[in-house]
């Protein structure tokens, strides 16, 4: 389902080895939220999009036959069908570039006087990051699945019993491999803050949303912990001029 040249951005799908294209607002409206709300039955999709039955219809078996959507039988009502995603969203290319490569270069010369502990070579992964951003192309979904995966690869031996105890052996686990200094700020909701962010701290500013790996970690950590799918946003970030980073973790509700 590649879809012709537009001034819209072209979001990246992987499935079954193949990557798809898909640029259309309607169509980049309804994966969105079935990456939002996971499961998602046809009445849903029709309030959000506002479009007719027929109309809908179409642009679900369009998705449907590109492998992107799949569709199952509701376990309480199998008359009732529900979509879901069937394929990964591994990126975003946008028409216009990032013009922020003097910034940048400038504040690569200030983290590096700024912070000791700092090197070049560190700093690489977030160079290549901006490199690719300087030609339109985000590839936050990939690297927030690289802090999932690490998140999950260290799972057993960070979560523990209690959520005290796991937040401090995050906090031990992101002081000794210089992530950044993690604390806790309150508990309900769950907020923690992170200070002297490495991931964030050479991204030139504004960049909302820019420890997307921090935030896959975190995501990773907390589910393990909960035995649940976690949400975890990040809602300031030292790239926009907060003193910290602080990320939300949403819990969903345990169903009756």
């Given amino acids: ?9 072209l979001d990246l799908y992987l499935h079954d080895g193949q990557v798809t294209t898909v640029r259309n607002p309607v169509r980049l409206q309804i994966l969105n939220l079935l990456k939002t709300e996971k499961e998602v039955p046809f009445p849903r999709i029709l309030e959000v999009t506002g479009l007719t039955k027929s109309t809908l219809s179409g642009f679900l078996n369009s998705l449907l036959d590109a492998g992107l959507v799949e569709r199952i039988s509701d376990e309480k009502d199998g008359r009732r069908k529900i979509y879901r995603l069937s394929a990964k ?4 290319i946008t028409p216009s570039s990032y013009s ?3 910034e940048f270069r400038e504040l690569i010369r200030k983290t590096y006087t700024n912070y000791d502990k700092i090197n070049y070579k560190d700093m690489l992964p977030h160079i290549f990051r901006v490199a690719l951003a300087e030609s339109g192309i985000r590839i936050d979904p990939v690297l927030q699945r690289g802090g999932i995966i690490l998140g999950e690869s260290v799972a057993p031996f960070v979560v523990a019993d209690t959520l005290e105890k796991t937040i401090e052996n995050i906090s031990a686990f992101w002081k000794r491999y210089e992530f950044g200094d993690l604390s806790l700020r309150s508990e309900n909701p769950i907020r923690i803050d992170v200070r002297n962010c490495y991931e964030c701290m050479t991204l030139p500013s504004p960049v909302p949303g820019g ?4 935030t896959g970690i975190l995501s990773a950590l907390f589910s393990a912990f ?5 949400t975890v946003t990040e809602i300031e970030c030292i790239s926009c001029g907060s003193p910290c980073c602080c ?3 949403h819990v969903p509700e345990t169903e009756e």
């Fill in 247 to 249: 990320f939300e973790i």
């Fill in 211 to 214: 420890c997307i790996i921090s």
């Fill in 1 to 9: 389902m590649p879809e012709s040249d537009s001034r819209n951005e």
């Fill in 100 to 102: 922020a490569a003097s």
């Fill in 226 to 230: 909960y035995k649940k799918e976690v």
């Fill in 89 to 92: 969203h591994i990126g975003i």
